[in-house]
């Protein structure tokens, strides 16, 4: 049975940083590209990240580019997120997710095959 644990959120002030972990099972970890995904109270499920397969390739939305990283080790069936510089507005659940395919496509939600359960970030002093 596949699945995709978040862990790795909590509260930061304003300017931290956290890292998220996305651990994966059940499915070949490194046939698929991962994506990140965050959903604030009453927003729409936002894509921020994805990385292919071999992490040639990252995107990132524009409003983390340069504070975010992902990475993965496919070794570990493990991704990460590196959240840098953070700001009130990151304030969201976030969501690692199995991508459809080994490249990454754009970040609409029908990009993605699978969800993980998410796990609470908030920045706040």
């Known amino acids: 049975q596949l699945h995709l644990v978040e862990s790795g959120g909590g509260l930061v002030q304003p300017g931290g940083s956290l890292r998220l972990s996305c651990a994966a099972s059940?499915?070949?970890?490194?046939?698929?590209?991962i994506y990140w995904f965050r959903q604030a109270p009453g927003k729409e499920r936002e894509g921020i990240s994805c990385?292919?397969?071999?992490?040639?390739?990252?995107n990132y939305t524009d409003s983390v580019k340069g504070r975010f990283t992902a990475s993965r080790n496919n070794a570990k069936n493990t991704a990460w997120l590196q959240m840098n510089s953070l700001k009130p507005e990151d304030t969201a659940v976030y969501y690692c997710?199995?991508?459809?395919?080994?490249?990454?496509?754009?970040?609409?939600?029908?990009?993605?095959?699978?969800w993980g359960q998410g796990t609470q970030v908030t920045v706040s002093s």
């Open positions: 997710a199995k991508g459809q395919s080994a490249a990454c496509s754009t970040f609409a939600v029908e990009s993605v095959a699978s």
């Open positions: 059940g499915f070949t970890f490194w046939h698929y590209a």
């Open positions: 990385i292919d397969i071999l992490s040639s390739r990252t």
